[in-house]
């Protein structure tokens, strides 16, 4: 049975779409576990939505590259408010626009560690819990990257076309349970991530030039939408970029 005010755990809940799906389903009455490694912004952000909309929102650290730093904060966060409905496994970047061959492993380990293997363990950690409250979503926050790769995105693409993967095989296993399974995969939007993944903030603001993209908030409601839906429809896969980006390789910039 759908709780009344479902509970969210989002990872990368400090900044983009993370921080945005907290802020838009705590305005839907959705309790919230909000996690990344600045727990102070995390933090805050629980502060002030917990007094803005009187939800309960629990914020800790974690980083999902490692196993025993997810499975405290998923224990910690399903103590402290109840249980979980709903994971959004959320946290990712692209560090880097290298050429295959040119990809030093720091990189290649950051992308592969957080946007695959952070996943998995996000998943792992907290579907014991869905199970026990016999209902639930798992959100994967993939990318058109998934869809279409481009020159030097070789091992981001990889790894989101993983997370279309993992999604597709989460669907599969979990067929016969009321646990519910959407890809949000969006093109551009502008967030932190390209200062993330361009570390130079010129850089990044030249990438958005010219150009409308996508914002955390279309992206957050993306995931408001499918996770409002009645409980037997469920939306596998939302493909959604800007009007000005056709494809990865097709962009309209009005200046
Ligand atoms: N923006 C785009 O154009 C775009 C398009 C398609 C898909 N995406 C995907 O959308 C997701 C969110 O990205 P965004 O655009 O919102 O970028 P963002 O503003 O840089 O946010 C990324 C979030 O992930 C968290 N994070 C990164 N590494 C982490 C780790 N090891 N452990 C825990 N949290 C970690 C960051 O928090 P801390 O640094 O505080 O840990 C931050 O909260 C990512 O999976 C990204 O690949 C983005």
Redesign the pocket.
């Known amino acids: 049975m759908r709780p009344e005010h479902p509970i969210v755990l989002i ?10 799906m907290a802020r838009l389903l705590a305005s839907q009455g959705c309790h919230l576990a909000l ?5 102070e ?2 933090q805050a952000l629980a502060d002030e939505l917990q007094k803005a909309h009187g939800v309960k929102v629990f914020a800790g650290a ?5 196993t025993a ?1 997810v499975d405290t904060f998923v224990a910690e966060a399903a103590a402290e408010l109840g249980g979980l409905h709903v994971l959004i ?6 560090s880097g626009t290298y050429k295959m061959w040119e990809t030093p492993d720091e990189d290649l380990e ?1 992308m592969m ?3 695959v293997e ?1 996943v998995v363990k996000t998943v792992r950690a907290g579907l014991p819990h869905l199970r026990k409250a016999g209902w639930g979503h798992v959100f994967f ?5 998934g869809h279409q790769p481009y020159e030097g995105g070789s091992v ?1 693409c990889a ?2 076309f993983g ?1 279309k993967a993992m999604a597709h095989s989460l669907r599969l296993e979990l067929n016969g349970e009321q646990i519910r399974v959407t890809s949000v ?12 993944r361009l570390k130079d903030g010129a850089k990044a603001a030249a990438v958005y030039q010219g150009v409308k ?2 914002s ?1 908030f279309d ?1 957050a409601e993306c995931v408001r939408w499918c996770l409002m839906l009645p409980d037997h429809v469920n939306i596998d896969e939302i493909l959604v970029k800007c009007v000005d980006q056709a494809s990865a390789y097709k962009l309209h910039r009005r200046s």
């Open positions: 990872t990368g809940a400090s900044s983009g779409f993370g921080e945005a996690g990344a490694r600045r727990v912004r995390v974690v980083d999902t590259r490692h730093s496994a959320n946290a990712g970047l692209a950051a560690r957080t946007n952070g926050i993939g990318s058109t990257a981001y790894s989101k997370v995969d969006p093109g551009m939007a502008e967030t932190e991530f390209s200062n993330v993209p996508l955390a992206v």
